[in-house]
């Protein structure tokens, strides 16, 4: 279970800390004022647990910073500055918390160069299942994206691609079980209709 996420000079953030509740956690307000780098960081995070991507690497894919350098994710200051961002997670049945962090410098240019801290190890041998949604939508430009993604270079940070791959995986052997169930009937009926996929193509 995630348990909080902390900042420090990182992205829009100067300084916070957010614990969250058990269940369903809703972020408001208003326009750049990080939601989005909260529910990236914390998809990083929980990714790399599945993929055993480097955390330095994963927030540098998935945050796309200017001119390619992890550094101009630290939170801009006149003078030389470090950021770093934390992730804790609980380990209902080992009782326990853990971390992820992440520290880099103004003038870090490489994820390579990055700093991650915690419990590294521990975090990559508990994988946790997670999908972010972007607010683009991806799933016109899915047929295509794919390949062009992984053969040429491209401006997309890696939440588009994680997506599209986790949508095109086809279905799990065997009927529905009750919770995928139920949360399709929930999707279904928000949206008032039903996804199909055919030959790559969403309706």
């Known amino acids: 279970m995630m348990q909080k996420i902390r900042f420090d000079h990182f992205t829009a953030f100067k300084d916070l800390e957010i614990n969250f509740s058990p269940g369903i956690n809703i972020f408001i307000g208003k326009n750049a004022t990080g939601k989005t780098h909260i529910l990236k960081a914390i998809y990083a995070a929980c990714d790399i647990s599945k993929s055993q991507k480097s955390f330095g690497e994963k927030i540098y894919r998935v945050f796309l910073p200017s001119s390619e350098q992890i550094g101009r994710l630290v939170k801009r200051a006149p003078k030389s500055t470090q950021g770093s961002v934390k ?6 049945d080992k009782n326990t918390t853990i971390y992820i962090g992440l520290t880099i410098s103004n003038h870090t240019k490489s994820p390579d160069n990055a700093i991650t801290q915690g419990n590294v190890k521990t975090w990559l041998e508990n994988p946790l299942e997670s999908v972010y949604i972007p607010v683009k939508d991806m799933m016109a430009n899915a047929p295509k994206f794919r390949s062009l993604y992984n053969y040429r270079e491209i401006h997309f940070a890696e939440v588009f691609a994680d997506i599209i ?5 086809g279905p799990l052997r065997g009927a529905p079980d009750a919770t995928r169930k139920g949360l399709l009937e929930i999707l279904q009926r928000s949206m008032e209709g039903k ?8 309706f």
């Open 195 to 202: 996804v199909v996929s055919k030959k790559e193509e969403f």
């Open 87 to 92: 992730v804790y997670r609980h380990l209902i």
């Open 165 to 169: 791959d986790r949508a095109f995986l």
